[in-house]
């Protein structure tokens, strides 16, 4: 038995050795690495196009702010709108006194037109 036993070890190293050879397992190796380096890859490019995307749409959002900004800056504050306001109801109440004096004077023209109504027809 122990002259067996080295011939026995080699046998057993040589196997090891020359069984993922013929095995192939390797090259299942190497295909299933190819195919995850592939699919990372894929990845980062819809990564790096997707970050395009977002750049592109925030750019975008970024002008539209730009000119509402400039859009509302031409607008009238608060303080603005209230004198308006306050100056608008003034005028409001002005315009309801002439309203008043101007009754008196709309009823002499409505009787002097009937007046010469009368005068031409009778």
Do not use: C
Not at 92 to 105: A, D, H, M, W
């Amino acid at each position: 038995m122990n002259d067996w036993a080295p011939w026995v070890a080699i046998a057993i190293a040589a196997a090891s050795f020359l069984y993922p050879i013929f095995n192939g397992r390797s090259k299942k190796i190497d295909a299933r690495l190819a195919s995850i380096e592939e699919t990372q890859k894929h990845d980062r490019e819809q990564a790096l196009l997707r970050t395009v995307a977002v750049q592109a749409e925030t750019a975008a959002v970024r002008d539209r702010v730009t000119k509402l900004e400039t859009e509302v800056e031409h607008l009238p504050d608060k303080d603005v709108t209230h004198r308006l306001e306050m100056l608008l109801a003034g005028v409001q109440t002005e315009v309801r006194g002439l309203s008043e004096r101007v009754k008196p004077i709309a009823a002499m023209a409505d009787r002097i037109q009937e007046a010469m109504v009368d005068k031409v027809m009778g």
